[in-house]
C-alpha cells in the first residue's frame, strides 16, 4: 500500500517539475499573511483563470515570515518559478499580480522594479539550510509535497532495516544535542529511556515554544511537519514507545491546524497508527494545547500539564525518562530536535559530525530579530561568530546605528557585548559568556536600547511567568523587579546593586526548576558588561538611552523646527504650542514623555535627553 | 447556559484522563470565556472536583472567568516587540480606550491583553485583533487599526 502510494507521489512530482510548467509560489506563512498573503494568492489564481493560463498557483511553504526563505520584512514574497528558472518578487500585493502575469509570465520579462535586491541573496548565500530546506519550498498541507522531497525514507530505513540500539547509536554518533536549550545528548537521552522499565513509553515533543523572540519552532511546525512526525517514529521505534503527544501553544493557531492535518495524513498513509509501514510496531501521535504558561516549557511541568495539573515543575530526579507522564519513562525533545533526526538517518551521523565545533555538531536555526536589517530566521553551522550572523546575514544595524549587545537565549539568557562579537556560537561559548543557547533567539540592541531597563523587563517576564511553587523564585523575582524599578525611576543607590547581586545568587541557588535558576542571568550579565549604564541611573539619574521614562526630557531645538505642526497634531496632551511655519515649544508640566512627537518629527528637531 | 453544547463536546471526549484542559479550551471557544456554571456543570459531569477546574482556569492565563469584549486586541510585549517599543502602543491603547491591560471597554467592544511574545518577531511590534496579525505597529497607527473592528 505505501509502495502504491509512493509511486503515485513520484509520478505527481515529475508532472510538477515538467519544465514547461509555470510555478507561482506565494508566501503563506503567519508573515505573509499578516501582509496579505491569501489576496496576493487568489489575485494570481483569478487571474490565470481570467487569462486563460495553464499555471500552477499553489500555496508556498508558510514557515511564517521566516520559513518562508528569511524575509518577512519584504512580505508578500512570490517566486515565479519559469521553466526551473525562479524570479523572487518582495512587497507584492494583490493589485501588481496582472503586470507580474502580462510582462513577466506572458511576456517574458521579468519586472524589474519589483524584484528582491542583492541582500535578499546575502542573507540566504551564507546560510546551510538542513533543516529549513522545506520551509519556503513545499506545500506544507501535501503530504506528496514532502514524500517527494524523500519524506518518511528514514522512517522506512529505520523500521524495515535496523535495529534499536542502531537507530540510537548512530543519533550518538551524530553528537546532537538537544535543541530546546540545555543541550542534554540526545541519543544519551534516547538511550537512558530505552533501557528505562515501565509498562508503557511515552514520546513528547515539546512545542511550548514560549521564549519571546524565538519562533523557529513555529516555522518547522508551519512551513514542514511532517519532519517533526517522521523524527518522532524513528524515535519510538528506538525507544520502544507506542504513544506520542505534541504539546503546542494554544497562541500558534495556523501551526496547530497544520500539525493537525500533517497527523492525519500521516495515519491514513499508514506512517502512523497500528501496525505501522507493514512491520507490525505501533505508534500514534496527538496534539495536546498549551494554554498559555511560559513554564509548561520546563519538561516536568510540562508533564503536569499534560496529566491535567497545572503547570508546577516537579523535582529531579526522578527525571522523566525514568518516570514521566503518567508515572511511566518518557522522553521529551523539542520540535528542533525531532526534525534533525530524519536528516541524520538519511545523511548518516559522519556527515552530521562533520557540520559544526566539536562539541556542537549540525546546524542550528537562530531567529534574528529586533533592532537589526534583515530580521528573520537564519539556519547557519553552530559555532559561526556573531559578527557573520549579525553583518554578513542579518544585514547590520538599521539606520547607521551602533550596535550595543545580542541578547540570547530568552529570558533564561544574557546579554552579549560588542567585545565578544568574534566569539564563534556554540553551547559552550555562550555558556562562557553567561548567556545561554536556549531555544536560538537572538534579540539585537543598538544604542537606543536601555540595558538597565532589559534587564527588568526580563525579570518581570519571569515574575509574571513564575508558577509561584517555590519562595525564591515568586518572591525573589518580584524583589528583583522592585529594585529595578527604583533604579530606571532614578530611585537607585549603590545599595541596590549590592541587593541585587545577592539576590542573584540566592534565586539561582535555591529555586526549584530551570525558571528560576536563570531568571537572574539578564541582570548577571547586564551588571557585568553594561555596569556604566546601571551607573548612569544611579549617580547622573540619566537613562543615556532615552528609555526610561522619568529620566528623559523632551524638548524641541529652535533652530531645527520647520513648524510643520506635525508634533503639535500628534501629542495627545495637547502639550506642544507654536504657530505654523514658527518654532514650537514643549509644556514640560503637561508632557507624559511618550515619545509620539519624537517619532513624529521628519526634522530630527526634538531632543530626548 | 446550554448542556447540550457542553455535552457535545465530552462526547469527543470519551475518557476524561488527560484532556480536561482541551475540553476546558473547547468551553472557552463557545462561550469566549469559561462561565461558573459551565464549570459546576463540567464538575458534576466529570466528577472532577470545581476547585480543581478553578486552579486550573486561574493558573493559565489562556483561561477567564469573565466575560471577554467583541474583539480581543493583544499587543505583544515579546523581546522584539519590546525593544521597538510596543509598550508604548499598549500604553497608547490603554489610555485611547480607558481600560488597563486584561480589561475590557464598557461597551464589550475590545478585551485588550499584553501577551508574550505571539512568535511573529520580525514583524515587530505586532498587535493582534481577533485572527488577524497586525505588523510594525505604531502607538499612531493602532488606533486606526482597532477602529475597522466594530
Not at chain 1, 498513509?269 to 509501514?277: A, N
Amino acid at each position: 500500500m505505501i509502495k502504491k502510494t509512493k509511486t503515485a507521489a513520484t509520478k505527481k512530482t515529475t508532472k510538477k517539475s515538467r519544465p514547461d510548467d509555470i510555478i507561482v509560489k506565494v508566501c503563506m506563512g503567519t508573515g505573509g499573511m499578516a501582509a496579505g498573503g491569501r489576496e496576493v494568492l487568489d489575485a494570481f489564481i483569478n487571474k490565470f483563470a481570467e487569462k486563460g493560463l495553464t499555471g500552477t498557483v499553489e500555496k508556498r511553504c508558510s514557515a511564517n515570515k521566516v520559513g518562508c526563505r528569511g524575509f518577512c520584512a519584504k512580505d508578500v514574497l512570490v517566486d515565479v518559478i519559469i521553466d526551473g528558472k525562479s524570479t523572487t518578487y518582495q512587497f507584492v500585493k494583490p493589485d501588481m499580480v496582472e503586470k507580474i502575469i502580462d510582462e513577466h509570465i506572458t511576456g517574458g520579462a521579468p519586472v524589474a522594479g519589483l524584484l528582491v535586491g542583492p541582500e535578499y541573496k546575502n542573507f540566504h548565500s551564507k546560510q546551510k539550510k538542513v533543516l529549513l530546506a522545506n520551509c519556503g519550498n513545499i506545500d506544507p498541507e501535501d503530504v506528496d509535497a514532502y514524500l517527494a522531497t524523500g519524506g518518511y525514507k528514514a522512517a522506512e530505513k529505520v523500521i524495515s532495516g535496523m535495529v534499536p540500539d542502531e537507530v540510537i547509536k548512530e543519533i550518538k554518533n551524530s553528537g546532537l544535542r538537544g535543541r530546546g536549550g540545555a543541550g542534554f545528548a540526545t541519543g544519551l537521552k534516547w538511550e537512558l529511556c530505552r533501557r528505562s522499565s515501565g509498562e508503557k513509553k511515552y514520546l513528547i515533543c515539546n512545542a511550548d515554544e514560549g521564549d519571546p523572540g524565538a519562533f523557529m519552532d513555529r516555522a518547522i511546525i508551519e512551513g514542514d511537519p511532517h519532519s517533526v512526525i517522521e523524527g518522532m517514529i524513528i524515535g519510538a521505534y528506538a525507544i520502544g514507545s507506542t504513544e506520542g503527544y505534541v504539546y503546542i501553544r494554544a497562541e500558534y493557531p495556523l501551526a496547530v491546524e497544520r500539525l493537525r492535518l500533517a497527523i492525519k495524513q500521516a495515519r491514513e498513509r499508514g506512517y502512523l497508527g497500528k501496525d505501522i509501514m507493514g512491520h507490525g510496531h505501533d505508534f500514534d501521535i496527538f496534539v495536546r494545547l498549551g494554554a498559555g504558561a511560559f513554564v509548561c516549557g520546563e519538561e516536568t511541568a510540562l508533564i503536569a500539564s499534560l496529566e491535567d495539573q497545572i503547570g508546577e515543575p516537579r523535582p529531579k530526579p526522578p527525571f522523566p525518562v525514568n518516570k514521566g507522564l503518567w508515572g511511566m519513562p518518557t522522553n521529551i525533545n523539542n520540535v528542533e530536535t525531532w526534525a534533525t533526526v530524519p536528516r541524520i538517518i538519511n545523511n548518516g551521523a559522519k556527515w552530521f559530525a562533520s557540520i559544526g565545533t566539536e562539541k556542537s555538531k549540525g546546524t542550528k536555526i537562530f531567529s534574528l530579530v529586533g533592532k537589526i536589517n534583515n530580521t528573520g530566521l537564519v539556519e547557519v553551522p553552530m559555532g559561526m561568530p556573531l559578527r557573520e550572523i549579525i553583518y554578513d546575514i542579518g544585514g547590520g544595524i538599521p539606520k547607521n546605528k551602533k550596535y550595543k549587545a545580542v541578547q540570547t537565549g530568552g529570558p533564561s539568557g544574557g546579554c552579549i557585548d560588542f567585545d565578544h562579537i568574534d566569539v564563534p556560537v556554540d553551547y559552550e561559548n555562550l555558556t562562557a559568556m553567561g548567556s545561554i543557547m536556549g531555544s536560538g533567539g537572538m534579540v539585537v540592541m543598538d544604542e537606543d536600547t536601555c540595558m538597565v531597563d532589559i534587564a527588568k523587563f526580563f525579570v518581570s517576564f519571569c515574575m509574571d511567568e513564575s508558577c509561584g511553587q517555590c519562595t525564591p523564585c515568586r518572591e525573589g523575582t518580584k524583589e528583583m523587579v522592585r529594585l529595578l524599578e527604583d533604579i530606571t525611576h532614578g530611585r537607585g543607590t549603590d545599595e541596590h546593586i549590592a541587593l541585587l547581586q545577592e539576590l542573584c545568587l540566592v534565586i539561582k541557588e535555591a529555586s526549584l526548576c530551570g525558571l528560576g535558576k536563570t531568571a537572574p542571568n539578564p541582570v548577571l550579565s547586564t551588571l557585568k558588561y553594561f555596569r556604566n549604564e546601571y551607573d548612569a541611573h544611579i549617580h547622573d539619574k540619566k537613562c543615556p538611552a532615552g528609555v526610561c521614562k522619568t529620566l528623559i526630557c523632551f524638548s524641541i531645538d529652535r533652530s531645527k523646527c520647520t513648524g510643520c505642526t506635525s508634533c503639535a497634531r500628534n501629542c495627545p496632551q495637547m502639550a506642544i504650542t507654536g504657530e505654523k511655519k514658527g518654532p514650537h515649544m514643549i509644556d514640560q508640566e503637561k508632557c507624559i514623555r511618550c515619545g509620539i512627537c519624537f517619532d513624529a518629527c521628519k526634522f530630527g528637531a526634538i531632543t530626548r535627553e | 447556559m446550554d448542556t447540550k453544547k457542553i455535552n457535545g463536546i465530552l462526547e469527543n471526549y470519551p475518557d476524561i484522563k488527560g484532556n480536561l484542559i482541551s475540553v476546558l479550551h473547547e468551553i472557552q471557544s463557545l462561550y469566549n470565556y469559561l462561565p461558573e456554571e459551565a464549570l459546576r456543570y463540567l464538575s458534576r459531569k466529570t466528577r472532577v472536583p470545581l476547585t480543581r477546574l478553578y486552579s486550573i482556569a486561574t493558573f493559565y492565563h489562556f483561561f477567564s472567568l469573565t466575560p471577554k469584549g467583541r474583539h480581543q486586541v493583544h499587543v505583544c510585549l515579546g523581546t522584539a516587540c519590546h525593544v521597538k517599543g510596543s509598550q508604548r502602543v499598549l500604553d497608547e491603547v490603554e489610555r485611547r480606550l480607558c481600560v488597563k491591560e486584561g480589561e475590557t471597554t464598557d461597551d464589550m467592544r475590545y478585551t485588550v491583553d499584553a501577551v508574550r511574545c505571539v512568535g511573529a518577531c520580525s514583524l515587530a511590534p505586532v498587535m493582534v485583533v481577533d485572527k488577524d496579525t497586525h505588523s510594525n505597529v505604531t502607538s499612531k497607527k493602532a488606533m486606526d487599526i482597532l477602529k475597522k473592528y466594530d
